[in-house]
């Protein structure tokens, strides 16, 4: 390249690239929850499609497997819980204050959760399963947690390129609330 | 025998006229800025993507440090990779500027770049899910093989793409034979489409985000559609229509042997004196690997010609070949002609068996008598390729011809001893008075080139004038 191309190429190039960088600081980042969906009855339906429709499957086990073939981010430890929790939340799955769902079988893996209520409110959603899409994924069903925690049920938004997680989460929650 | 091609020399009408002049040369430079843009501007198109989407925003800790470079490296390693792959497409509107050998040149330079920013991408992420996930870095990578969705297969690529650089740097290439070389470089195609899933899986910048999948796919699939157009259809359906065989074999010297194709639409051959092909000898052995070769007689309907050193491995078979073989060709290529000639005045130098595309040129070039001096520099004057050519040429044409037999005046020295002492470039200009002012070619062995060219540039001649060829491969 002559010099005056190189020139004229570099000063384009500092520009198009400040231009997008500070466009990308002003940007959404990649997986984020969206506002609350509008309430339409108790518990929210979660729409899917036919091909992908998640499915039931009492019969999976429900201990955390680590050979599954998909990618399941094992989480056994109780993971969110807001401030207020009562001092006596201790999840343990015999204690009164929890119930835990199906194990949800979808198009990325299985899902199942530990729902621990104190009264009519939600005080910790635990994961036992949480398969994902992929590592980039596996922060999802933390941030779902969080969400359930703080809507009280399953009526929140969905993680933006996260749609079939959301969804199998919100059938494993509903599938736990059922319990109480 | 009295029909064969080989009987008599058979010269072509050279050249009436040739376009010269400074403008040529702005036109290509001209044309060099935007191919080197546009390539420059896919860089930073991936860039600009990776920028927009926030990819420096979340970047706080160590491992969302590692999640950016992960992103970065691939995105640039892969951009890299892609532009490497055209250059060795053939393409014709980068050759055309480049040359082939300019592109080829380009495509290793570029090698190693990739791959270590390949790797850097897969030790970034690495690093970085060994730390989300709490787990050493071993588990992590049996997790990423075998559990994360089409990162084995990313993986095995990673792995041959490491193995076809390793056997691409010089020193390997040295040690290993042709043959061997192209083999394992075959693969590096298979390295690459092995590791194109996980882009479209799980890579953060593509997965799941329409506009850049868009993007990434159109790339890929132009390369593709390139590599696929340019090497496989076009040289397949040539040979085909072509259908060249080996028509006779002539020995030259006692290391060099022509070989004389012939088929059918030999008028309607493209190429002009100084390019090349390669051919593909259709021996059950031999089919897969082509060899580059120069013409060494100007196309003439009748047949064309190759003059072929005996370089040991594959060469020293052509030698042995027998008529009747079929060949298939893949070409022309190079830029080693009339059409790069800015000047009135041309000077032609050659040595060994570089001799092949001078004696076209020196065949076909427009000259006037006394317009083109030809150096030719051989061991020994008795047993010389296509020396009774060449002078034949330069006696009808009144070419000065300069034939510098004998070893070397000194281990510098392109030239022979002539007991004058006198350096290589004022013997050059003594042979060759208006070299500064003319168009230099020049075609040999690496090392003796290299030092001609010292001698051209010293002498005074504008780099933009002076021509040569890499066997680049």
Redesign the interface.
Known sequence: ??KA?QNI?GVI?LG??AT??S???A????LSLAASEPPSGNSAAPEATATDTPTTQPGVETSTSTE??????SVPTPTKSTSSAPSSAPTQKTSGGSQTGSAIQYKYGVIQVEVVKSGSTITAVNLIQAGT????W?VVPDMLAEAAVSANGSNFGNVS?ATFTTQAFKQALESALAKF | MSNSPANQLRLTEPNKAVRIGERKVVRIKRAQDIIETLAWSIVMAVLVMFLIDGGLKGVTDLPTTLGAISRLTSLLGTALLLILMLLIARVPWIDKFYGHDGATVVHKRLGKPVLYLIVAHFLASLVQYSINNGKDLVTTFWWFVFDVQDMLLATIGLFLMIVVVLTSINFARQKMSYEAWYFVHLVSYISVAVAVPHIFTSGSDVAGKPVQTTIWVSLYLFVFLNILWFRVIIPIRKSFRKRLVLAQTVRESSDTVSLYLTGKHLQKIEAVSGQFYFLRFLTPTQWWRPHPFSISAAPNGEYLRFTIGDRGDDTKLMQNLKPGTPIAIEGPYGLFTEERRTKEKVVLIASGIGIPPIRTLAESMAARPGDITVIYRVRNENDASLLNEIKEICRRREFPLHIIAGPRANKNSWLNDDRSNNPDVARLTMMAPHVSEADVYVCGPEAWTHSVLKSVRKAGTPIDSIHSEEYAW
């Open positions: 390249m002559r191309t190429v190039s198009v690239l997008s960088w466009l990308g600081q940007a959404e980042t990649g599954s073939t998909q990618n399941t981010a899409r992929g590592p980039d596996a390129g």
